[in-house]
């Protein structure tokens, strides 16, 4: 037997050849490391052998990993062990670099090199399976994988994979638009655009579904895009009109149907970064509609009128219309109901200062103006009102809610602008009449008028001249509510120069005003119904009677005559009292106290129709009277 310190020694010479051996063995393997990084490297060079250049550099990582652990209370060891493994993590990020620009450039390789690509995904899908069991584990030693200390730890690969999809989405769509035009947009993006059809039929049967491969390109090209319409919506003065038209419609008609075909829903849609552009469009399109609604009606001016149907017209409208609809069948092609109804907008405005530059003229220049261009406002504006609802009738159906509702009410109040305005060119019609007519009306109720039984018929001479170039001329309505406005206009002139003009009210005015309540009676007959013309005419036979009547029966013709004319005073009662001469101060009196009981019991039934049967409150009694008011005060 072996004495027990021998038995020792044995113990250590064994102890002291075993780690000899090993180190001699780790030594060894220690010295192929560099011969192992350049074998890697070397099989780097062809992309085929990605997974296997994986599984040497995992390999070289757990030597190393375990040499680390093995030495782990042996400093000097450590810093050797660090010194030998270096290399390797130079190593690690040339890998690195080539797994994942391989995965970058997937759009690429899933069409010329799938099996490259699937290699490396496999690799990548490797590491998430050690990243998944390394979480596991800390999980059940109670500590927590989020914590920054462990996050280090994972590789994270397949999130890697994706910032190198996206780098390469960038580089792809940065180069694709470089030194681009915005005229070139819809080219370049169509090109684009294709590569989703290529992702979904090569990539998806490549990448494993949990990847999500296609929402993943879509959704990078749907946020590029987005971009590049807002860029191009901050550049105004780069982007045309054409430009922004095409792009529209490259959005409306082809990229959503395309991408909604393809599955992928875009949220948001795309034409939510077109706004800006609608904008410049409506800008330019403001522009020009407006710049040649003024241009064609004063152009207009200087052409001769047409008939049309009988209605004597202007071109204006047309070529307006023409224009509009020339814009708007732009708009409807790109099936953009945003962009179709901000044209529409655009449209209301065109139309706008078309009526606006009507009017301005009729009201500055009216003296100047062709009477028959005057005349046939009326026509044109009434022609555009139906051409206006046409127009809205038809498009209303092609637009998406809430355009559709609010087109109508967008319109509305234009067309409610050019009905004025066909009113006002018929008052100015009006107005050049009575300025020829406001000679002989100034002598109304002189010695001329009294003295000349013929005086009216010149009035209905000059009537009937201008009827003549009217009449046929406008539609029948707009006559006939012309015909009655001229009417009006004859009878305030008849109030005015009753009381303006020197005269006593006798036996002489009643006959005088008999006779013209029948010349005035059969001309306007011809032209408006017997009846309107009998309730106009009445104001004249009424002023007669209070002239001709009794001092005793003054309040029933005054209450007669309110009942047509409400606006009718007692100022203007004590006026045309005061011309007669008939009357006593005593009558006088007595008349005016039973007539303001009258007055003041009078209640008027038709309060509806007030507004159509005012003569007296358009007339402001002559100066001459205010002592007779001053008194009665």
């Not at 409506?282 to 407006?290: E, N, P, Q, V, Y």
């Not at 009449?433 to 005086?455: G, H, M, Q």
Request: net charge negative; aromatic share 10%; hydrophobic share 40%.
């Amino acid at each position: 037997m072996i004495p027990g310190p021998d038995h020792n020694l044995i113990k250590q010479v064994d102890l002291i050849r075993r780690n000899l051996a090993l180190t001699l063995t780790e030594t060894g393997r220690f010295i192929k490391i560099p011969d192992l990084i350049a074998h890697i490297e070397k099989m780097m060079e062809k992309d085929i052998n990605i997974l296997l250049v994986h599984e040497e550099v995992r390999a070289l990582e757990r030597l190393r990993e375990t040499s680390l652990r093995a030495s782990s209370t042996n400093p000097e060891e450590i810093q050797i062990l660090i010194r030998v493994f270096d290399p390797i993590e130079d190593l690690l990020q040339v890998f690195e670099r080539k797994l994942f620009g391989i995965v970058g450039a997937s759009l690429i390789l899933g069409q010329q090199k799938p099996s490259v690509l699937l290699k490396a995904i496999q690799a990548i899908e490797r590491e998430e399976n050690l990243d998944m069991r390394m979480k596991n584990q800390l999980k059940k030693k109670g500590k927590d994988p989020e914590d920054p200390v462990n996050r280090d730890r994972f590789k994270f690969y397949r999130n890697q994979a994706f910032q190198s999809i996206q780098k390469f989405i960038s580089q792809h769509f940065d180069a694709t638009f470089a030194d681009s035009q915005p005229s070139e947009m819809v080219e370049l993006a169509q090109k684009l655009l294709d590569d989703l059809p290529i992702v979904l039929d090569d990539l998806t049967i490549i990448f494993p579904e949990k990847w999500k491969i296609f929402e993943f390109f879509a959704k990078e090209y749907h946020i590029r895009f987005n971009t590049i319409l807002l860029e191009y919506g901050c550049s105004p003065d780069k982007v045309h009109a054409k430009d922004i038209i095409d792009i529209v419609g490259w959005v409306k008609n082809t990229y959503e149907p395309q991408i909604g075909g393809l599955g992928y829903d875009a949220q948001p849609p795309l034409s939510e970064s077109l706004e800006p552009l609608y904008d410049i469009y409506r800008a330019h399109i403001r522009k020009l509609m407006g710049g040649w609604a003024e241009d064609m009606v004063q152009q207009d001016v200087d052409k001769e009128p047409e008939t049309v149907d009988g209605l004597v017209v202007t071109l204006a409208p047309s070529l307006m219309f023409e224009s509009l609809n020339i814009q708007i069948s732009i708009a409807r092609d790109t099936n953009d109901s945003a962009f179709f109804y901000g044209t529409m907008v655009e449209s209301a405005y065109a139309l706008g200062r078309f009526h606006s530059t009507v009017t301005r003229l009729l009201k500055d220049q009216w003296r100047d103006l062709p009477m028959e261009w005057i005349m046939a406002q009326s026509n044109n504006c009434n022609k555009i009102c139906d051409q206006i609802d046409d127009m809205v009738g038809k498009i209303a159906p092609l637009l998406e809610d809430p355009f559709d509702k609010q087109l109508p009410e967008l319109f509305e109040p234009v067309s409610e602008e050019f009905h004025k305005v066909a009113k006002l060119s018929m008052s100015i019609l009006a107005d050049l009449i009575f300025a020829d007519l406001v000679e002989l009306l100034s002598k109304l109720f002189t010695k001329e008028w009294y003295d000349n039984e013929r005086f009216t018929s010149s009035i209905i001479a000059t009537l009937r001249d201008y009827y003549q170039d009217i009449d046929g001329f406008v539609m029948e309505s707009v006559f006939r509510k012309f015909a009655a406005d001229c009417l009006d206009r004859l009878l305030e002139n008849y109030i005015i120069q009753l009381f303006e003009s020197n005269h006593v009210c006798d036996e002489k005015t009643v006959e005088r005003l008999n006779t013209d309540y029948e010349i005035l009676s059969k001309f306007f007959s011809d032209h408006l119904k017997e009846s309107a013309v009998e309730g106009k005419l009445q104001v004249l036979k009424d002023v007669s009677e209070i002239i001709d009547a009794e001092a005793e029966m003054l309040p029933l013709y005054f209450h007669s005559i309110l009942k047509s004319y409400p606006d009718m005073t007692m100022e203007h009662l004590i006026a045309l009292l005061s011309l007669r001469k008939d009357l006593n101060k005593t009558q006088m009196a007595e008349a005016v106290e039973a007539c303001e009981k009258t007055f003041a019991g009078f209640e008027d039934k038709d309060k509806d129709k007030k507004a159509n049967r005012q003569v007296f409150s358009r007339i402001k009694l002559p100066s001459k009277f205010d002592s007779l008011f001053r008194k009665r005060r």
